[in-house]
């Protein structure tokens, strides 16, 4: 055997979680935003395949894994329902573990993303202004396919932050990545977000492209507040994104107590 050929965990195929994992924990997050209790319907096989980009087979397999996990209940020509809501139970105390830092994830992208659009404003270059076209073209077109645009979103905050021409920068957003990834899937994956991003980020691109550092970094930080606003940096959001019929007044609030009361028991 030559030197260098022999295998070694190093070298072993990288583990990737299947799709569908990925999916029930949306899924989840949805039962977290909407407030669902249990007995409450979640939408559609097919309209959450719409929604989540993904095919009714993914869907399905995803609702599978939490009817064996006893979370749902699949009831036959009925549904989807929540079965057992315990936030103390692995899947759910995940969902919630990755909202709580989400403001955190947030706080570090204003502190960084800011000063990165101004100085990207000040030394981009054609092939950095190229890349950022890129983007926001990937973007529209993700858009108007009716999809979430999160490719898009990620290649053109990937090339203004190159266009700054910071390594230390660059490495620090590289460190991040995986925090920030889940901040912007978690935001474009709201009602009506992804037209918005984008016409934060034309914002963003113009500025840069007019070579304006106070411009870009204002319309950074616009584009920040925005996501700040949406209902994840809630943890018990009472807004459905899914377009539920509304619950009885007084109900939402209940149902927000007895989760945190199971949170705080758990502790």
Known sequence: MEPGTAATPALRPLLRAPLYEAIAERLLSHVVQSDLREGDKLPGERELARRLGVSRTTVRQAIVALQTQGIVEV????????????????????????????????????????????????????????????????????????????????????????????????????????????????????????????????????????????????AMRAHLDHVADLRLFQIYPAADTFDQEPVPDGSAPDRRRRLRAAEEDAR
């Open 75 to 218: 009831r036959h020509g009925g549904g989807t329902f929540l079965r057992r809501l315990d936030p103390t139970s692995g899947p759910l105390a995940k969902v919630l573990d990755r909202r709580n830092r989400l403001p955190a994830v947030l706080e570090a992208r204003r502190t960084l993303e800011i000063p990165i659009a101004a100085l990207a404003a000040e030394r981009r270059d054609a092939g950095d202004l190229a890349a950022i076209e890129a983007g926001l073209r990937l973007m529209r077109d993700e858009v108007a396919a009716g999809e979430i645009g999160l490719e898009g979103d990620g290649a053109f905050h990937g090339a203004v932050t190159a266009a700054a021409h910071n390594p230390v920068l660059t490495e620090l957003m590289d460190r991040l990545h995986e925090s920030i990834a889940e901040t912007r899937s978690e935001s474009l994956s709201q009602q009506d977000r992804p037209p918005r991003s984008l016409a934060d980020h034309e914002a963003i691109a113009a500025a840069i492209v007019a070579g304006d550092p106070p411009a870009a970094a204002e």
